[in-house]
């Protein structure tokens, strides 16, 4: 007789110890824990029908946006399709969204995952996935509202119903419900303290309003609770190095980059996004970093000629660009442009945001600070379509800013920087920025 899981969903095995590694595995994907794949291998070894845990191992490594890890997807998506009669319907719609994620329609993938989500609203795969890729299409209110709609079907003694509340909060605050995503993130936490995505949700909002000190210090506080053994904790520390460089404090923003972002060898593309946007930054604001561009440039040369997701190959391009590289910064424009000619959610990406942002940071590192400011001006208002969070994206202003200065275009420079000002207006970096305005102006 089929098991139901701890949220009461048919889980499609009959082997107790099969669901027994599922369930583990779930829990440690929802809070970014190491390492779920592991445990799904072994419930696959106890029951290789159980289409679940071929669906979640596909899901979990496709979503990694690393083409390098795509032979593991499509055999963990060809070990549920061989077993799809028997399986149960959600783990068959699991199987159809994973289809069209792998033929490129991320969209429809998307779209899918969400459709189990209300079908089965305790389907904490669907809505990890949902969630996760609303984050990377740029669907900012999707990020609040699928977490909002599941709700009601998780009281607090339902099993992750934690984590749960860590992605609405993170929603609320990518939708400026700052003081409700503060209140939501904090409650998540009191429900399950080692929850990285709810402690996310708090630096977020913290990030946001400006306030660096305290984002600091909330990091630093919760350190326990998100860094040892978990998988999204390089981004946790990317975060805070933000706090510091809000505060002038390069030092400390070059220690997080040298300790905690690159300490190792470095391979999947998720992981070179921090350190290649923290650098960037820097380099912005002219502080010689030294040999640190190499390494990340060189880990960022195999994935350079994918261009299977907009917001890596910007990315890649600042790489790039900031090595000095500047021959592979212009192949990784032609692979974008090529990809926009094809078809399917990242040719759209790249078409919308993604081609016009590489080649306006490969303006930047050709001198070129007009083209580069006005090409990223034009973009503005779709920019979010590609992916991110508004923390990941500012580096877009802040580039087109800083193109803006060097290339003499002063009322631009002056319109981009009063805007932050406006929006944080306690900013210390904001404060010097518009004292360089006003020195240029004299």
Same mark, same amino acid.
């Given at each position: 007789?089929?098991?139901?899981?701890?949220?009461?969903?048919?889980?499609?095995?009959?082997?107790?110890?099969?669901?027994?590694?599922?369930?583990?595995?779930?829990?440690? /994907?929802? %809070?970014?824990? @190491? &390492?779920?794949?592991? *445990?799904?291998? $072994?419930?696959? +070894?106890? =029951? !290789?029908?159980? #289409?679940?845990?071929?669906?979640?191992?596909?899901?979990?490594?496709?979503?990694?946006?690393?083409?390098?890890?795509?032979?593991?997807?499509?055999?963990?998506?060809?070990?549920?399709?061989?077993?799809?009669?028997?399986?149960?319907?959600?783990?068959?719609?699991?199987?159809?969204?994973?289809?069209?994620?792998?033929?490129?329609?991320?969209?429809?993938?998307?779209?899918?995952?969400?459709?189990?989500?209300?079908?089965?609203?305790?389907?904490?795969?669907?809505?990890?996935?949902?969630?996760?890729?609303?984050?990377?299409?740029?669907?900012?209110?999707?990020?609040?509202?699928?977490?909002?709609?599941?709700?009601?079907?998780?009281?607090?003694?339902?099993?992750?119903?934690?984590?749960?509340?860590?992605?609405?909060?993170?929603?609320?605050?990518?939708?400026? /419900?700052? %003081?409700?995503? @503060? &209140?939501?993130?904090? *409650?998540?936490? $009191?429900?399950? +303290?080692? =929850? !990285?995505?709810? #402690?996310?949700?708090?630096?977020?909002?913290?990030?946001?309003?400006?306030?660096?000190?305290?984002?600091?210090?909330?990091?630093?506080?919760?350190?326990?609770?998100?860094?040892?053994?978990?998988?999204?904790?390089?981004?946790?520390?990317?975060?805070?190095?933000?706090?510091?460089?809000?505060?002038?404090?390069?030092?400390?923003?070059?220690?997080?980059?040298?300790?905690?972002?690159?300490?190792?060898?470095?391979?999947?593309?998720?992981?070179?996004?921090?350190?290649?946007?923290?650098?960037?930054?820097?380099?912005?604001?002219?502080?010689?970093?030294?040999?640190?561009?190499?390494?990340?440039?060189?880990?960022?040369?195999?994935?350079?000629?994918?261009?299977?997701?907009?917001?890596?190959?910007?990315?890649?391009?600042?790489?790039?660009?900031?090595?000095?590289?500047?021959?592979?910064?212009?192949?990784?424009?032609?692979?974008?442009?090529?990809?926009?000619?094809?078809?399917?959610?990242?040719?759209?990406?790249?078409?919308?945001?993604?081609?016009?942002?590489?080649?306006?940071?490969?303006?930047?590192?050709?001198?070129?600070?007009?083209?580069?400011?006005?090409?990223?001006?034009?973009?503005?208002?779709?920019?979010?379509?590609?992916?991110?969070?508004?923390?990941?994206?500012?580096?877009?202003?802040?580039?087109?800013?800083?193109?803006?200065?060097?290339?003499?275009?002063?009322?631009?420079?002056?319109?981009?920087?009063?805007?932050?000002?406006?929006?944080?207006?306690?900013?210390?970096?904001?404060?010097?920025?518009?004292?360089?305005?006003?020195?240029?102006?004299?």
């Amino acid at each position: 007789m089929l098991l139901k899981d701890c949220r009461g969903l048919t889980a499609g095995t009959a082997d107790t110890d099969a669901l027994s590694e599922y369930e583990a595995a779930i829990d440690l /994907a929802l %809070g970014y824990w @190491l &390492d779920p794949i592991a *445990r799904l291998d $072994r419930a696959v +070894a106890h =029951d !290789p029908g159980f #289409v679940m845990a071929h669906v979640a191992k596909a899901g979990l490594l496709a979503l990694v946006m690393d083409p390098s890890l795509h032979p593991q997807v499509r055999q963990s998506l060809a070990g549920a399709e061989a077993h799809a009669a028997s399986a149960c319907a959600r783990g068959r719609a699991h199987i159809a969204a994973l289809r069209r994620w792998m033929a490129g329609d991320f969209a429809d993938a998307n779209h899918r995952w969400g459709r189990i989500a209300i079908d089965w609203p305790r389907d904490a795969l669907a809505m990890l996935l949902a969630h996760t890729s609303d984050f990377m299409l740029g669907r900012t209110t999707l990020l609040r509202d699928r977490p909002a709609a599941a709700l009601p079907y998780w009281g607090e003694d339902v099993p992750g119903i934690g984590y749960l509340l860590g992605m609405y909060a993170f929603g609320l605050e990518e939708n400026g /419900a700052y %003081g409700e995503a @503060l &209140d939501i993130g904090q *409650r998540a936490l $009191r429900l399950n +303290a080692r =929850d !990285p995505w709810a #402690v996310h949700a708090v630096a977020h909002v913290l990030e946001m309003q400006g306030r660096f000190e305290d984002g600091i210090a909330w990091l630093a506080e919760r350190e326990p609770d998100w860094a040892p053994g978990n998988g999204f904790a390089f981004h946790l520390w990317w975060h805070r190095a933000l706090y510091h460089l809000d505060a002038g404090d390069v030092t400390q923003v070059l220690a997080l980059h040298d300790q905690r972002l690159v300490p190792n060898a470095v391979t999947t593309a998720i992981e070179l996004l921090d350190p290649a946007s923290l650098l960037w930054r820097l380099h912005l604001r002219g502080v010689d970093v030294g040999i640190r561009w190499q390494p990340v440039a060189e880990s960022w040369a195999p994935h350079a000629a994918d261009a299977h997701y907009a917001f890596n190959d910007m990315h890649a391009a600042m790489a790039m660009v900031g090595a000095g590289r500047l021959a592979e910064a212009r192949r990784i424009v032609g692979v974008t442009r090529l990809a926009c000619e094809g078809e399917g959610s990242n040719a759209e990406m790249a078409r919308e945001v993604g081609y016009p942002v590489v080649q306006a940071i490969l303006a930047f590192g050709e001198g070129r600070y007009r083209d580069c400011a006005s090409g990223l001006c034009a973009v503005r208002g779709v920019a979010h379509r590609f992916g991110g969070s508004h923390a990941q994206r500012d580096v877009l202003q802040l580039t087109a800013l800083e193109a803006a200065l060097r290339g003499g275009d002063c009322a631009l420079a002056h319109a981009l920087a009063a805007e932050r000002r406006a929006q944080k207006p306690h900013s210390p970096a904001n404060y010097l920025l518009w004292s360089r305005l006003t020195a240029q102006a004299a």
